[in-house]
């Protein structure tokens, strides 16, 4: 377990709707990425949010936010959705871009169908 | 434009033996490389790092070494075991460490076999 939680675990959705999926980190860690991985793709980098504020943009199409909250944990807005949005979504944490520590890890990921 | 190739899919190795897991990265300014295991529905669990200013970091029955000239980084688990069995990514952090971002590789399937 490494103490990122992710819900839902499983999400079917169809075409054109609005999904959020959210994360919280582990207890201390103030960075939280977005990660998705599509088939017979690796993970790929979304967006990095650090103490509330969006640090790193990856990857991300338009039809798709993140925030993170006070309390730190975090919620990846997904709308407009499309057949090929169908992916795992996997939030990490880590606990200070500037210690430079660059151990992320990772939640069980949201499992995101859309039909 | 993959930045961290993977090349071999899957690795398939007899328990007991070694398993070398490769990997290639093309951005010179990556200066830390990470590997992470994955088991099916799962999250990626991290295993190893290393820094850019190191050749070799050690832990346990897992190496990771690093060949900087080459642009090149392998993963070693002696003696295998089949709870080893997963998929292995490696990953690489740009930009010197201004972004905490990772770039990861495809992954590697790795079956022990017993």
């Known amino acids: 377990d490494s103490g990122v939680t992710q819900t839902p675990k499983h999400l079917i959705t169809a075409t054109g709707q609005r999904v959020t999926l959210r994360c919280s980190p582990r207890?201390?860690?103030?960075?939280v990425y977005w990660y998705q991985q599509s088939l017979d793709q690796g993970l790929q980098f979304l967006i990095q949010?650090?103490?509330?504020?969006?640090?790193a943009k990856g990857n991300i199409l338009e039809r798709f936010s993140a925030q993170q909250f006070p309390d730190l944990h975090s919620e990846l807005n997904l709308s407009s959705l499309e057949l090929g949005d169908s992916a795992l979504y996997f939030c990490a944490s880590s606990v200070n871009v500037r210690d430079k520590t660059y151990e992320q890890y990772f939640g069980p990921g949201t499992r995101l169908t859309v039909t | 434009d993959q930045q961290v190739k993977q090349n071999s899919p899957s690795l398939s190795v007899q328990e007991g033996r070694i398993s070398i897991l490769n990997c290639d990265y093309t951005n010179s300014m990556f200066d830390y490389f990470l590997w992470y295991k994955k088991y099916p529905a799962e999250g990626p669990t991290f295993l190893i790092s290393i820094s850019s200013i190191k050749d070799k970091n050690e832990d346990g029955r897992f190496t990771v070494f690093l060949n900087k000239s080459a642009k090149h980084l392998s993963l070693h688990i002696v003696p295998s075991q089949p709870g080893d069995s997963a998929v292995y990514f490696c990953?690489?952090?740009?930009?010197?460490?201004?972004?905490?971002?990772?770039?990861f590789g495809k992954g590697t399937k790795l079956s022990v076999k017993p």
């Open positions: 990953a690489a952090s740009p930009y010197g460490g201004s972004q905490g971002n990772l770039i």
């Open positions: 949010y650090y103490n509330g504020e969006e640090r």
């Open positions: 207890s201390g860690d103030l960075s």
